[in-house]
Nanobody, 125 residues
Framework: QVQLVESGGGLVQAGGSLRLSCAAS????????LAWFRQAPGKEREFVAA????????YYVDSVKGRFSISRDDAKNTMYLQMNSLKPEDTAVYYC??????????????????WGQGTQVTVSS
């Protein structure tokens, strides 16, 4: 099983940027599809972005398209989420997760093998 640890969260003003990292240990996640989720207070967990195992395909929820960018460095067993033009509504705990099938991630039917503990992102207005 893969163990995941997120970092990079913090407090930022609206319009600012943050870069989240998700470091993996245990089994390499080279063959996994990788995803970011977020959960705001009082709301359900929401899919944010995903990247396939080769890194050639990415997928984003509409609300972050053009502002967020997901990437991976398999040599470092690390995934990133570059977040630009942040808005107060981006405030949430952000989680990374791994799944075997990118197609199912896009379809919303994937089973996620591992989750991180989350990192808080707070965007002030």
């Amino acid at each position: 099983q893969v163990q995941l640890v997120e970092s990079g969260g913090g407090l930022v003003q609206a319009g600012g940027s943050l870069r989240l990292s998700c470091a993996a240990s245990g089994r390499t996640f080279r063959r996994y599809a990788l995803a970011w989720f977020r959960q705001a207070p009082g709301k359900e967990r929401e899919f944010v972005a995903a990247i396939n195992w080769g890194g050639a395909s990415t997928y984003y929820v509409d609300s972050v398209k053009g502002r967020f960018s997901i990437s991976r460095d398999d040599a470092k067993n690390t995934m990133y989420l570059q977040m630009n033009s942040l808005k107060p509504e981006d405030t949430a705990v952000y989680y990374c997760a791994v799944a075997m099938d990118f197609g199912k991630v896009v379809a919303g039917t994937a089973n996620y093998d591992s989750w991180g503990q989350g990192t808080q992102v707070t965007v002030s207005s």
